[in-house]
């Protein structure tokens, strides 16, 4: 996650000290060979304050994927609910959650006033999403509020298009996150099946395994059957995206993933958690059209929610950028449908 000028470092030393990116998220920048060109560009990219659309986008949003820190130093994925304004910025390095803490993560969740959170803002049927990196600044029984670290726009890249297609009642579920979750000894037939039909996830990661550790929280999505689980390894596939390396450097730094799958079909939610490892090359990179690396985390610990975001969503609609993109399994019709492995 890259740190703004004249805002406290919440990250290892860097070995460059006017960069605002990390020293895993340079290293993965030079890997990429892109390293020389990045700081100018995250410097034009990057704020420290909301402009008016993203304030206004936020608003509008009836689900926000949060990253925060647990007690024990792993970050935390889920996703907050609540009818369009539940999030609302009161000035432009501020938004305000109106989700009580006590609903607003699982437990054993570190919210508290100057805790660092990462938040999502997407709006899949539009395929449009922002970023805010920040700390909690202050909580009060109806919610709490962040402070802007970061704010940064993200591309449409593999965002399938969903849309909601009931209102009300029947299609949300009550407003915040935690809600009684199951814990899983291990993966159930369901967690695979949907594992295995899965075209979006969600990964939360920080820089160092520390309860201050700074938070991300990305978005992955690709065509269904471009995860791999092998036991309990469950294999990522990294396309191209903005050279940030936002997620695979604080990986480098701290290698423990929190990964969160949604169920648009019942409105589940499926947590992961445990040790990444990093992918450049091989076979497995080999073997999945547009990879450019793959991350790989073996399960630790797996938990579902039930009633964890709005249900009834129309079916998917492809993102463009997932027909360069490979599965696992690929077959002479799949490959007829979306290109040959040289694309």
Not at 8 to 24: D, I, K, L, R, V
Not at 43 to 71: K, T, V, Y
Not at 112 to 139: H, K, Q, Y
Not at 221 to 249: C, K, Q, W
């Amino acid at each position: 996650m890259p740190r703004v000028a004249n805002d406290t470092p919440a990250h290892p030393p860097s070995g460059t000290p006017s960069s605002p990116f990390h020293q895993g998220e340079q290293a993965m920048q030079a890997l990429a060979g892109v390293r020389e060109r990045m700081d100018q560009r995250a410097g034009r990219a990057i704020r420290d304050f909301m402009p008016e659309q993203h304030r206004a986008f936020f608003a509008g949003l009836p689900m926000l994927p949060l990253a925060a820190g647990s007690e024990d130093g792993w970050p935390v994925a889920t996703i907050l609910t609540g009818a369009p304004g539940f999030a609302a910025s009161p000035d432009p390095r501020t938004l305000r959650i109106a989700v009580p803490p006590d609903l607003a993560a699982p437990p054993g969740t570190r919210l508290v006033p100057g805790a660092s959170v990462g938040l999502l803002g997407i709006a899949f049927e539009t395929r449009r999403r922002n970023r805010l990196n920040g700390r909690v600044n202050r909580i009060d029984a109806a919610g709490f509020d962040v402070a802007v670290v970061q704010s940064f726009g993200n591309c449409a890249q593999y965002i399938q298009a969903r849309h909601m297609e009931a209102q009300g009642t029947d299609a949300a579920p009550p407003p915040g996150a935690a809600g009684p979750t199951e814990e899983l000894a291990g993966l159930d037939t369901a967690a695979r099946r949907l594992i295995a039909g899965a075209d979006t996830l969600f990964v939360a990661s920080s820089d160092r395994p520390s309860p201050d550790a700074a938070l991300d929280l990305s978005h992955r999505g690709g065509r269904p059957g471009f995860l791999r689980l092998e036991g309990d390894v469950l294999s990522v596939p990294d396309f191209a995206g903005n050279r940030y390396f936002n997620t695979l450097g604080n990986f480098r730094c701290n290698p423990r993933a929190a990964v969160l799958l949604p169920d648009f079909a019942t409105g589940a939610l499926l947590h992961l958690a445990g040790p990444v490892e990093l992918v450049h090359a091989g076979a497995d990179l080999a073997a999945i059209r547009g990879a450019e690396r793959l991350w790989r985390v073996r399960i630790s610990r797996a938990w579902r929610r039930p009633n964890g975001l709005p249900r009834a969503w129309s079916p998917p609609e492809p993102a463009p950028s997932t027909s360069a993109t490979g599965i696992w399994i690929e077959t002479p019709a799949s490959l007829d449908a979306h290109g040959d492995r040289t694309a």
